[in-house]
């Protein structure tokens, strides 16, 4: 059975970091493209940043520059940095796992979902 369970994320100030982790469980880690996505009230998902099993990174222009994407094959892990947090950022983060080796950016062709973890940036 397939698991994603996220952490790291919390409260805090504008222009402050944060890094989410991303524990996956119950496949063959390095052969797929994680990803993370975000959701804020009253909003739809949305791509943030997605590493494929190749390394390659891809940003959402919104993040591009504060945010870095990697991952650890031997923790079954993927992270996700986040400096220069802003308000706009405030968000509940889901980690995702996709089978396709071609990054998609909609959440609806993603296969698998974490719980969620709540970043919250006051100002």
């Known amino acids: 059975q397939v698991q994603l369970v996220e952490s790291g994320g919390g409260l805090v100030q504008v222009g402050g970091s944060l890094r989410l982790s991303c524990a996956a469980s119950?496949?063959?880690?390095?052969?797929?493209?994680m990803g993370w996505f975000r959701q804020a009230p009253g909003k739809e998902r949305e791509f943030v940043a997605a590493?494929?099993?190749?390394?390659?990174?891809y940003y959402a222009d919104s993040v591009k520059g504060r945010f870095t994407i990697s991952r650890d094959n031997t923790k079954n892990t993927v992270y996700l940095q986040m400096n220069s947090l802003k308000p706009e950022d405030t968000a509940v983060y889901y980690c995702a796992l996709d089978f396709t080796a071609v990054v998609v950016f909609t959440p609806n062709d993603w296969d698998y979902w974490g719980q969620g973890t709540q970043v919250t940036v006051s100002s």
């Open positions: 590493i494929a099993r190749t390394y390659s990174a």
């Open positions: 119950g496949l063959t880690f390095n052969s797929y493209t």
